[in-house]
C-alpha cells in the first residue's frame, strides 16, 4: 500500500501560482512513476502530467505544458507540481495518484490516489 496526501491548494487570482505537493508513505516511493490529475465540478477527473520513477523524464498534457512543472524528491517521498500563469480553467480538485507503470495518462493505470486539494482560481 502506499499512502498518498496533497497540499499546497487554494484561491489565488489569474495570472498567479502554486506549488503542490503530495508526500507518499508506505511503500518504496522511488518504485513508483508518479502522477498529477485534476477533476473539475461536474467533469471528469482528466491527466495533467507525469514523472518516471527517478524523475528524469516528465510529460504534460497540452493545457498545461510550458506553465507547470512536475518533479519529486525521492529523499523526501515528495511529487511537487509547479503551476505558473494560473487561468480560471484550471479550477478543479487536483489529485496525485502512483503507478508502477511511466508514460500513461490513464487512471486506470494508478493503483493508488490521494485525497485530493482543491484549486481555485478567481478572473
Known amino acids: 500500500q502506499v499512502q498518498l496526501r496533497e497540499s499546497g491548494g487554494g484561491l489565488v487570482q489569474a495570472g498567479g501560482s502554486l506549488r503542490l505537493s503530495c508526500r507518499a508513505s508506505?511503500?518504496?516511493?522511488?518504485?513508483?512513476?508518479m502522477g498529477w490529475f485534476r477533476q473539475a465540478l461536474g467533469k471528469e477527473r482528466e491527466f495533467v502530467a507525469a514523472i518516471s520513477w527517478g524523475g528524469g523524464s516528465t510529460y504534460y498534457t497540452d493545457s498545461v505544458k510550458g506553465r507547470s512543472t512536475i518533479s519529486r524528491d525521492n529523499a523526501k517521498n515528495t511529487v511537487y507540481l509547479q503551476m505558473n500563469s494560473l487561468k480560471p480553467e484550471d479550477t478543479a480538485v487536483y489529485y496525485c495518484a502512483a503507478s508502477s507503470t511511466y508514460r500513461t495518462d490513464s487512471t486506470a493505470a494508478y493503483a493508488y490516489w490521494g485525497q485530493g486539494t482543491q484549486v481555485t482560481v478567481s478572473s
Open positions: 508506505g511503500r518504496t516511493f522511488s518504485n513508483y512513476a
